[in-house]
């Protein structure tokens, strides 16, 4: 489910995601997710590269492809062929046709949405298509006549996946109808005690979205990545867990 948050006068949409961890491994086995959550995993796939780059290196989570992109920003229009520009490049074409939630509107242009035109004959046959000429199926004559359309509902609920189920999407973000009963099952071979799992739910913005973009690219446990930061509990303290190969410590 979305919902709004206004801070500083700016609306930002944030999604709910149930995460169910294992406590002693530390790691988001799955979550259980809505329509709104997978709609935005999957138009991640309609990003072009150069978005993708221009919007990580803004939120400084890019490597080399930063530089790549800075590269291409900073040379001159007089080096290119003709037939190319930068713009192309550096902030191509969404595929999507509204803005979505999961990552702020001014990501790149979207497209100029297409006007649908529906046909009639001039009998006005309870018969119409979207192809203009076409014959009438009832009197055979050309459909050639504009039909006016007021207060048009949308046939389609938008977005990419249906509303009517749940999902359930793995730490490798993974993504299967299904709701929280299949995810458990899924992960029964694993699980010797299931009081060693908790519920967390988390709000999911634009930030987060970006973190899991970068994540993915890097991790197969995205979610554990973005929602629990690795550390260790000390007399109290939090300490963080430390990254790449331990040098053992002397022994005598």
């Known amino acids: 489910m979305a919902t709004a948050t206004t801070t500083s006068n700016t609306e930002t949409t944030k999604v709910k995601l149930k995460l169910i961890i294992d406590k002693r491994a530390n790691k988001v086995l799955f979550a259980e997710a809505e329509k709104d959550f997978v709609d935005i995993l999957f138009n991640l796939l309609y990003m072009p590269f150069g978005t993708v780059t221009r919007l990580l290196r803004d939120a400084g989570m890019v490597g080399c492809t930063g530089n790549l992109y800075q590269s291409l920003e900073n040379l001159s229009e007089a080096l290119l062929i003709t037939n190319h520009s930068k713009v192309e490049l550096l902030k191509p074409l969404l595929k999507w046709d509204k803005p979505s939630v999961l990552l702020q509107p001014q990501a790149c242009p979207p497209p100029v949405p297409v006007e649908r035109k529906l046909y009639n004959c001039g009998n006005n046959h309870r018969h119409v ?6 014959p009438c199926p009832q009197c055979y004559t050309s459909q050639c006549y504009e039909v006016r359309q007021s207060n048009m509902v949308s046939e389609s609920e938008g977005g990419i996946v249906k509303k009517s189920i749940a999902y ?27 009081g060693a799992l908790k519920e967390k739910v988390v709000d999911i913005g634009p930030d987060e ?21 690795r550390e260790e509990k000390v007399s109290g303290m939090k300490i963080m867990a430390p990254v790449g190969p331990q040098i053992p410590a002397p022994s005598g």
Do not use: C, H, R, Y
Not at 129 to 134: D, E, I, L, M, S
Not at 170 to 193: A, C, E, H, W, Y
Not at 209 to 229: D, K, R
């Open 129 to 134: 298509t979207n192809q203009a000429n076409k």
């Open 168 to 194: 359930t999407v793995t730490d490798d973000l993974s993504v299967t109808p299904g709701s929280m009963i299949l995810g458990i099952g899924l992960f029964q071979g694993n699980i010797k005690d299931t």
């Open 209 to 229: 979205i970006l973190e899991l973009l970068n994540a993915s690219m890097q991790t197969n446990e995205a979610l554990t990545t973005v929602f629990l930061p």
